[in-house]
């Protein structure tokens, strides 16, 4: 499967963005999906992860309550609502599809990237 995320740019803290993330190649509704970000000089962290088709998600504990995952299966694409941005949100967020049940919260557990979208959040 091939993923494309869009949807980054430069906000003020305290502002919204919405990442999107399309699929194309193989049946969407049959990967768990993942946010995940990486600044500069430290490790690909979880943001949110969304199972199959019940409406599973996990969040981690940096976003809760200021982010929500979701997807659309006749769409084939995920989205990151991000809202109430910090400074330290500031990174390269990338989406992932894996397969299995439930939802996955480690970046091993992905078979597919995207290319990453850049989100800047200005103090």
């Known amino acids: 499967v091939q993923l494309q995320a869009s949807g980054g740019g430069l906000v003020q803290a305290g502002g919204s963005l919405r990442l999107s993330c399309a699929a194309s190649?193989?049946?969407?509704?049959?990967?768990?999906m993942g946010w995940f970000r990486q600044s500069p000089g430290k490790a690909r962290e979880i943001v949110a992860a969304?199972?199959?088709?019940?409406?599973?998600?996990y969040s981690a504990d940096s976003v809760k309550g200021r982010f929500l995952i979701s997807r659309d299966n006749a769409k084939d694409t995920v989205y990151l609502q991000m809202n109430s941005l910090k400074p330290e949100d500031t990174a390269v967020y990338y989406c992932?599809?894996?397969?299995?049940?439930?939802?996955?919260?480690?970046?091993?557990?992905?078979?597919?990237w995207g290319q990453g979208t850049q989100v800047t959040v200005s103090s």
């Open positions: 992932a599809a894996g397969a299995g049940v439930g939802v996955r919260d480690t970046a091993d557990a992905y078979d597919y």
């Open positions: 969304i199972s199959r088709s019940d409406g599973t998600t």
């Open positions: 190649g193989r049946t969407f509704s049959t990967y768990v």
